[in-house]
């Protein structure tokens, strides 16, 4: 079902009314390029008829793990794509912007647009031509292994922001990927899991974001999912595919499969899967040759197949002369500002009781900086890790904030768990090893079973390797490697010592024989770890082996310190200071691809450390820094203020800091919502389902929807933030004109700022069916912007929409449906703070 000229005409206002476009780049939008009359369609149609069915069957499966196959007798080259979507996964050469759910936490259209700009400029600097990203996945649970990288719990808010990432990366004739496609909102038993769930759920939560993303943005590409959807598998899924997507959204990129997700040759051509990942194809290859040949998948198919890649191609100038106007920059100091200032809006001041922030540097002579994630860097796992150069912790943006005015002391508090630390190389000694010579040989396989003769042998310093290349050396292959390490650990000091190996893919650990650690699977950087007795200057006979399946290599042998005495210090340091900033929260052990969390709350003694200090002086701040929210309730009503700064990436410390002592202005608000406890999250009887499915049995009642209209009072609401300066509503406004199709509706509010600091506000438009025949949520976002007032200054907001945001989904009809009846307007800071209400009588004729 195609948009009519009225819904397009009133998609393309409210993206200008939010900035994310402008009125030239409206009429070029959407569907520029899905016209068979324009110059790219001919040339399309003309290499297609050029190629054989052999190279058309060629190119619908990979070259390897990044690149399509080239075909050089007609001048095809291979597409090269990479990991997204907060950076480029280039090594530490490209720059690290926050995660996801930090831009959903922006609530800046305009400014995801900048991002996205960049992004491309990065993914050009790095020789690709298509970025893996947006994740739009909504979260359902807050136990998601891969929140972190998605925008939401909500679907609109979800899709404007993915449109206007789309819009800023695609400009720069770069393509990007809208994941997870669909239903893809677990980690547990991924790649097997079916999902199942009514129709209106589906309608209303988790498709209306990659609808709006689609039809209006244009993505080159969409990939799909792992998981299954109803008993069948998302790459083989043509209710989705081609029903859904193709047909009724009008989607005309290349359907790209997850690495790995294809699991059948016929089923998932003639479902609308266009792209097997990665190479060279198992399903899309020879197979696929020979179901042409017998009949079972038409030539025709194929044929669009072809076109959509061809297409995005030429869109992407691979057969043109470079633009000299577009160009390319890894880790430049304006995105390095960028990823700054997107840290800085997304940071969330939770609570301020007291006004005890922004801290007052004249009115300090020391500080107390604490926690396990104060000088570390964090981020989420997987596939999306970029690892930049020198990032700069909340330790060292701090000190270089107050420079010499503020004596700052640190002090670590407690262990993050599995958070290994390397071990040192003197306590290892390779076999055979000459005088003072420390490390362990290292045996490297070109095959991942450890077989045959090694390809190279090597003596390492220690265990802590990220291959980001993909291979250890030139002897060894990028993918399908393995390696043991031998040699003699001798601890200085008696004692249980906490051993470790954190490894991307499989990994073994054996001391004097005995299997310490098996962790022989294919996994995303899982840590895996055991205690173990041992006596101080004994030699141990130390066997780690390992091995890579494809995509990221690391690996890396450690230890984690002890935390009661580490507490006592802690607090003593924080007793001594005028102030304390304790930094907490989670790592990539627990938020990362291939797993989910196993509960919300703070991971060993982060929740004693805190107690400790806040009664050790009154006068702490909680910095959090994690990708998913928390269980807070012991410790959050002692704590005057708590700091939300999600994953900031490489310019985090500088954010945090800026936000801390006040020269940033905190205007972060919640895109999830943060329960009071795990078993108050919708999905907890549901999640994470048995004997291979998972029920939605929640239906459409995600996040905000089921906490309002259920009245379960979550500590933190979604769209909840605060700030440094006071905001006022006022004058609600409500007129509309046309009717039924042609419907518009227009709610403008005046927001002043009150108070003494120039700031930031998020106006939150939900609306509300009071009279409907169907059950409905209390209230949905149909609308949002933010804007920037100095001190008295009032500006007016305006929200235009017509009968879709009114409309529930009626699967008996098939469609959209806006009932006639009463309908309020609510206009506030967060879902649960609304400040105005209006109403509205809609006539249906």
């Known amino acids: 079902m195609k948009l009519c000229s009225a819904e397009v005409t009133r998609g393309l206002t409210t993206l200008i009314a939010l900035g994310v476009l402008t009125v030239t780049q409206a009429m070029a939008t959407p569907n520029a390029y899905q016209d068979s009359r324009t110059p790219t369609e001919k040339r399309v149609e003309d290499l297609l008829g050029r190629l054989t069915l052999e190279e058309k069957i060629s190119l619908l499966s990979g070259k390897d793990s990044g690149q399509t196959k080239d075909i050089p007798r007609l001048g095809i080259p291979s597409m090269k794509v990479i990991d997204g979507p907060h950076g480029v996964g280039w090594g530490n050469k490209a720059t690290c912007f926050p995660s996801g759910v930090s831009m959903g936490a922006c609530w800046n259209p305009k400014l995801m647009r ?44 979800a899709g404007v922001l993915g449109v206007a990432y789309v819009l800023g990366v695609q ?22 899991i ?38 069948k598998y998302c790459c083989a899924n043509p209710y989705l595919l081609t029903d859904i997507l193709k047909d009724e959204f009008g989607f005309k990129g290349v359907v790209v499969s997850d690495w790995g997700a294809v699991h059948s040759t016929v089923p998932s051509a ?29 030539e025709d198919v194929i044929d669009d197949k072809v076109r959509r890649l061809l297409r995005i191609m030429f869109l992407a100038g691979l057969f043109d002369e470079p633009d000299p106007a577009l160009q390319g920059a890894l880790n430049s100091p304006e995105h390095a500002k960028l990823a700054q200032k997107l840290a800085e809006e ?17 009115k300090l002579k020391s500080i107390a900086v604490i926690g396990p994630n104060a000088n570390e860097y964090r981020a989420g796992g997987g596939s999306s890790t970029v690892k930049p150069e020198n990032p700069v912790t909340p330790l060292a943006g701090i000190q270089s904030a107050v420079g010499d005015k503020i004596d700052v002391r640190f002090a670590q508090g407690c262990a993050m768990p599995y958070d290994l630390r390397s071990v040192p190389k003197e306590m290892l000694t ?25 390809a190279l042998v090597r003596i390492d310093d220690n265990i802590d390797f990220n291959w980001w290349e993909g291979s250890p050396a030139p002897e060894i292959p990028n993918d399908e490697f393995s390696v043991r390490w031998t040699g003699t650990f001798t601890p200085d000091e008696s004692g249980t010592y906490e051993l470790g190996m954190t490894t991307d893919d499989g990994s073994r650990l054996y001391i004097d024989g005995k299997l310490l650690i098996d962790n022989w699977v294919d996994q995303a950087g899982i840590t895996r770890t055991a205690e173990i007795a041992l006596e101080g200057g004994r030699e141990y006979e130390l066997v780690a082996e390992y091995y890579e399946n494809f995509g990221a290599a690391n690996a890396r042998l450690g230890w984690i310190p002890t935390s009661e005495e580490m507490i006592d210090d802690a607090k003593q340091l924080a007793a001594e200071c005028d102030a304390a900033i304790v930094v907490v929260g989670l790592s990539s052990h627990f938020e990362g691809e291939g797993r989910d969390r196993t509960d919300i709350d703070l991971p060993g003694a982060q929740n004693q450390l805190i107690q400790e200090v806040v009664e050790a002086n009154p006068k702490t701040v909680v910095v959090l820094i994690n990708g998913t929210p928390l269980d807070l309730e012991e410790w959050i009503e002692t704590v005057p203020a708590v700091v939300e700064a999600w994953y900031p990436a490489q310019e985090g410390g500088h954010a945090v800091a800026n936000v801390l002592f006040g020269k940033v202005n905190p205007s972060g608000k919640l895109p999830v919502t943060f329960p009071k406890r795990l078993e108050d999250n919708p999905s907890y009887e549901f999640y994470p389902g048995a004997n291979g499915v998972v029920d939605y049995k929640e239906g459409i009642y995600v996040g905000y929807r089921y906490y309002d209209t259920m009245d379960v009072e979550p500590r933190f609401p979604f769209g909840h933030g605060l700030s440094y300066t006071t905001f006022e509503y006022d004058n609600l406004n409500i007129q509309s004109s046309g009717r039924d199709g042609d419907l518009r509706i227009t709610v403008t509010a005046d927001i002043r700022n009150t108070g003494e600091r120039a700031g930031a506000e998020v106006a939150q438009l939900y609306v509300r069916d009071v009279e409907c025949t169907v059950d409905r949520p209390a209230k949905e976002l149909k609308g949002f912007q933010k804007i920037f007032l100095r001190p008295g200054e009032k500006r007016t907001v305006a929200f235009h929409f017509g009968p879709e945001a009114l409309s529930f989904y009626n699967p008996d009809r098939k469609d959209w449906v806006a009932e006639p009846g009463e309908f309020e307007f609510l206009i506030g800071s967060s879902s649960k703070d609304v400040r105005l209400t209006g109403t509205y009588n809609h006539t249906v004729d």
């Not at 990659?210 to 008993?231: C, I, L, S």
Request: proline share 7%; charged share 25%; glycine share 10%.
């Open 270 to 298: 003639n479902a609308g899967l266009d792209l097997e990942m990665p190479g060279p194809g198992r399903y899309f290859s020879d197979d696929l040759l020979k179901a042409v040949q017998n009949g079972d998948v038409k």
């Open 194 to 231: 079916s999902t199942e769930l009514d129709e209106r759920a589906l309608r209303e939560i988790y498709l209306p974001h990659f609808k709006m993303v689609v039809e209006q943005a244009d993505p080159w590409t969409v990939m799909a999912a792992y998981n299954k959807v109803r008993g």
């Open 171 to 192: 400009k720069e004739k770069i393509g990007t990927s809208i994941k997870h496609y669909a239903c893809n909102n677990q980690e547990w038993e991924r790649t097997t």
């Open 430 to 454: 390779p076999p055979d090893a000459e005088p003072g010579q420390h490390g362990l040989k290292g045996e490297y396989f070109a095959n991942k079973n450890l077989e045959g003769e090694p």
């Open 346 to 362: 997304a940071i969330v001041l939770l609570q301020n009781n007291y006004d005890v922030l922004p801290l007052d540097v004249s």
């Open 114 to 157: 900048d991002i996205g700009t960049a992004l491309a400029r990065e993914t050009r600097g790095a020789e690709r031509h298509v970025l893996l990203g947006p994740c739009i996945g909504i979260h359902r649970t807050p136990l998601g292994g891969r929140n972190f990288e998605s925008f939401s719990e909500d679907p609109y808010h």
